[in-house]
């Protein structure tokens, strides 16, 4: 009975040594998951069945010039997030973050106020250069683009992503730009596609552009499904104290009726004739809910352009005249139940062609950089931040054209919606199981020759 004691232990010690370990599902993140992530169906966005409108501010503290993330410093954010609760609104846009940064403070203080945050994935560093635009495409551009990704993607309160800021302006050669905008957001989507991440939209903003704002939006959603943004969003100023009409705003419902995509305003808030935000109402009207998701009105922070709500010293943040205004606007005027009039299927766009106005003549989209391809399954690494000589100037003086689907999803996920940064755990090291069930045995074998 003995020697059948000890034969079978010295069975299981073989066994375990010669065993392939089972391999261990990598755990997650712990993130506070404390409001429901917001997806895009059809031309509307949607938190969880409930039709999700954008009730938001334009959050850049400093200015553009101050390249500073407000969502990296503590103080700042928490100053101000209490203010957007005194505001009540539900969505900030952050122009310029640090991808090098931690962000947990301000993104679950964010979301703990219920407030989701849009996120732009350039930086004055790293961007596309409107008037050179091939040489500013590159690997090291991509890079940073995706490393912004990954640092955002973890929290359940980003809604979306921005892949340009008016790039595309009033001087008809920017428009050869648009080519290199609509490639960063294929390769944004193809990228979240490819590390296993839940669908974040990506999209544009478009600036204030009457000549060539329907052809940029016409362009963001045509071509393939995989070239085609998740919505469009462009800046309005137009509406100065008027109404609907004079605005021209029942124009703009009427141009982008049936457009198939998501549709908001990234900026709003014209400050001649002073404010009164009569915006939110339309807004939040039927006659433009059907076509449109809400938009942001800029901005918080009171700058030069004289266009913020909130004045920052050292002392704090001081509420302007128009914060009780805004805030008075969006409690007058919540958002509406129901679906909206929204459409439920998307669809395309035909390509806008070649005209005074629009200088793009091809339908193809440069190939990504062949040093960025490797992103895709390996993922992006740790971001450059806000320092150094930046990327606009590290690519080639010419790419190859792409073909039609390239920025198709070519790799299947090894992790989860929200993985960012996590290490799926490798082969076990069997030796000290090995060392352990070595002593158990000889214990064993001590205790039974007894």
Request: glycine content about 8%.
């Amino acid at each position: 009975m003995r020697s059948f004691a000890l034969a079978s232990a010295l069975a299981t010690l073989a066994a375990l040594a010669a065993a392939t370990p089972t391999p261990t599902d990598p755990e997650q993140p712990h993130k506070r998951a404390s409001l429901p992530t917001v997806t895009a169906s059809g031309n509307a966005f949607w938190q969880d069945k409930t039709r999700f409108y954008i009730r938001g501010i334009d959050y850049q503290p400093g200015g553009s010039s101050a390249m500073k993330d407000p969502l990296a410093d503590s103080t700042t954010c928490l100053r101000d997030i209490a203010e957007f609760k005194k505001l009540g609104v539900n969505t900030i846009r952050v122009y310029i973050t640090d991808n090098s940064a931690n962000h947990d403070t301000c993104m679950n203080a964010l979301a703990d106020a219920g407030i989701y945050a849009i996120i732009d994935a350039n930086n004055p560093l790293f961007s596309i250069n409107r008037y050179d635009p091939v040489p500013s495409y590159n690997a090291m551009y991509l890079q940073s683009v995706f490393a912004t990704v990954d640092e955002f993607i973890q929290y359940d309160n980003l809604l979306a992503f921005f892949s340009g800021n008016e790039v595309i302006n009033d001087n008809v050669t920017s428009t050869l730009s648009a080519r290199y905008v609509k490639a960063t957001t294929r390769d944004m989507r193809q990228y979240i596609a490819n590390r296993g991440y839940r669908k974040v939209p990506v999209g544009y903003s478009a600036a204030d552009v009457s000549q060539n704002r329907m052809q940029m939006a016409q362009y963001m959603n045509c071509g393939t499904d995989d070239e085609r943004s998740d919505f469009f969003a462009f800046n309005d100023y137009s509406w100065c104290n008027t109404n609907f009409q004079v605005s021209g705003w029942d124009q703009k419902v009427k141009n982008f009726t049936g457009y198939g995509l998501p549709i908001f305003l990234s900026e709003y808030g014209c400050t001649t004739n002073g404010r009164d935000f009569g915006e939110v109402a339309a807004l939040m009207n039927s006659e433009m809910t059907g076509v449109y998701s809400g938009g942001l009105m800029y901005e918080y922070a009171l700058e030069d352009n004289g266009f913020g709500i909130v004045k920052i010293s050292s002392s704090g943040a001081q509420e302007q005249g128009d914060f009780a205004k805004f805030a008075k606007a969006l409690s007058a005027n919540p958002a509406p139940t129901g679906d909206g009039g929204f459409t439920s299927t998307t669809k395309s766009q035909p390509c806008p062609t070649k005209d005074p106005n629009w200088l793009v003549d091809s339908t193809l989209l440069p190939e990504i950089p062949s040093g960025a391809k490797a992103f895709m399954n390996g993922g992006a690494g740790k971001g450059p931040g806000l320092t150094g000589d930046g990327s606009q100037n590290a690519g080639p003086a010419s790419i190859s054209d792409a073909p039609p689907g390239s920025g198709a999803a070519t790799a299947t996920p090894t992790h989860s919606k929200n993985a960012a940064g996590i290490t799926t755990v490798g082969a076990v090291d069997k030796a000290p199981l090995i060392l352990t069930a070595l002593v158990f045995v000889l214990t064993l074998s001590g205790t039974l020759l007894l």
